[in-house]
């Protein structure tokens, strides 16, 4: 069966500290990874798409790598700000031309003063 | 651009009752979904629409309805509510596939929140 897994669930950190978040997934045949940030409230906000070819990516602070051969990837949050405080999905979808795709249940990142 | 658009914010709902979930984008885009996300759970794909006149399954399709008239609005029926449906639903699109690594960028409204009791 096809599964996202992320990790933690919730997370604290302090303002200005590093932080990163895990994804382990089964799907197959991969096309793509995603991650997304989900404000309280709001709809998700695209952050970095990924696709087999690619191992990292980066947007702004946030940067995020792939192996596609250990089926993991990561999300890293470089000088935490207040704003990061949210939920981060990690999205994965296949390759079979349809629309299977898998959305993790999220990690939800809390920054402190 | 006010990207994706989604009405109502919050709606209480008995049980039995029927409700439409309104949804608009202004990008052009071909491609929307419906999701509903529940706590602690990942979105699920409820219903989506490659096209004006076109619309599929998703993951979860049971107690809802989607039609497609136009480019720009993908709206969400409800009949007879149940309260399985309590949840918040978010609606999305993107480009076409065939438009590659664009296409893999979703564009989601702010969510309905719902619950029937």
């Known amino acids: 069966k096809n599964q996202v897994e992320q990790s933690p669930q919730s997370l604290i950190i302090l303002e200005g500290k590093n932080c990163t978040l895990q994804?382990?997934?089964?799907?197959?045949?991969?096309?793509?990874l995603r991650w997304y940030k989900q404000d309280t409230g709001r709809g998700p906000v695209s952050l970095t798409i990924?696709?087999?070819?690619?191992n990292t990516k980066s947007n702004g602070r946030y940067t995020a790598t792939l192996d596609a051969d250990t089926k993991q990837s990561s999300l890293h949050i470089t000088a935490s700000q207040l704003s990061d405080s949210a939920s981060y999905i990690c999205?994965?979808?296949?390759?079979?031309?349809?629309?299977?795709?898998?959305f993790g249940a999220g990690t939800r990142l809390f920054v402190k003063a | 651009n006010a990207g994706v658009t989604q009405t109502p914010k919050f709606r209480i709902l008995k049980i039995g009752q029927s409700m439409t979930l309104q949804c608009t984008q202004d990008?052009?885009?071909?491609?929307m979904y419906w999701y509903r996300q529940d706590p602690g759970m990942g979105l699920k794909l409820i219903y989506y629409?490659?096209?004006?006149?076109?619309?599929d399954k998703g993951e979860v399709p049971n107690g809802y309805n989607v039609s497609r008239s136009t480019t720009e609005d993908f709206p969400l029926r409800l009949e007879l509510a149940a309260p399985s449906q309590t949840s918040v639903y978010f609606c999305?699109?993107?480009?076409?596939?065939?438009?590659?690594?664009?296409?893999?960028?979703?564009?989601f409204g702010p969510g309905t929140r719902l619950t029937v009791t």
């Open positions: 999305a699109s993107s480009y076409s596939r065939m438009a590659r690594q664009a296409a893999y960028e979703q564009y």
């Open positions: 994804c382990n997934y089964t799907v197959s045949p991969f096309s793509n």
């Open positions: 990924m696709t087999f070819s690619e």
């Open positions: 999205v994965v979808s296949e390759s079979t031309g349809g629309f299977k795709t898998i």
């Open positions: 990008m052009n885009h071909n491609y």
């Open positions: 629409s490659v096209g004006a006149g076109i619309t």
